[in-house]
């Protein structure tokens, strides 16, 4: 917990113009449209951390069938808020939260927090050679 915020898994809570003006930004889902991010979100877990005023600072999902697989994603604080362990209370929320108790394995990408995800058990994958992709990183560019 960190003096001046709260956290909130409740989707009503979610603020879907911040979240998107965020992750639209964002090298892993750059001019996502707002209808797709509100889908991604209705459908997910999700987990926001808020000023005392009720702004939204930090959000992250996790897609999961709530029973064997859960999958991380669009994690974000924003930057004049980092440095204070906002980051480690949301990590400290995902993976505690009910819902994603005893699954099999819950997986995510990162470009350069490795060394967050670490401290909440998180390791490179054992066999990359098990994994696949389809990957489309162009999906949301418009034409």
């Known amino acids: 917990m960190v003096t001046g915020y709260w956290v909130s898994n409740n989707l009503k809570d979610m603020d879907l113009n911040a979240i998107h003006g965020y992750i639209s930004q964002s090298y892993w889902a750059k001019d ?13 877990v999700c987990f926001g951390i808020f000023t005392d005023s009720g702004e939204q600072i930090a959000f992250a999902r996790m897609i999961t069938d709530r029973a064997t697989f859960a999958y991380l994603a669009d994690v974000f604080v924003l930057e004049h808020h980092r440095g204070i362990g906002l980051s480690k209370w949301l990590m400290e929320e995902v993976v505690k939260h009910p819902e994603l108790q005893g699954l099999r394995r819950m997986a995510l990408a990162t ?16 066999s990359p050679h098990s994994f696949m992709e389809l990957h489309q990183p162009d999906v949301y560019k418009k034409t």
Do not use: C, V, W
Not at 32 to 41: C, G, L, R, S, Y
Not at 118 to 126: A, I, N, S, Y
């Open 111 to 126: 470009r350069d927090a490795h060394e967050l995800y670490k401290q909440f058990g998180f390791t490179e994958l054992h």
């Open 32 to 44: 996502i449209p707002i209808e797709t991010m509100e889908k991604a979100i209705n459908n997910s």
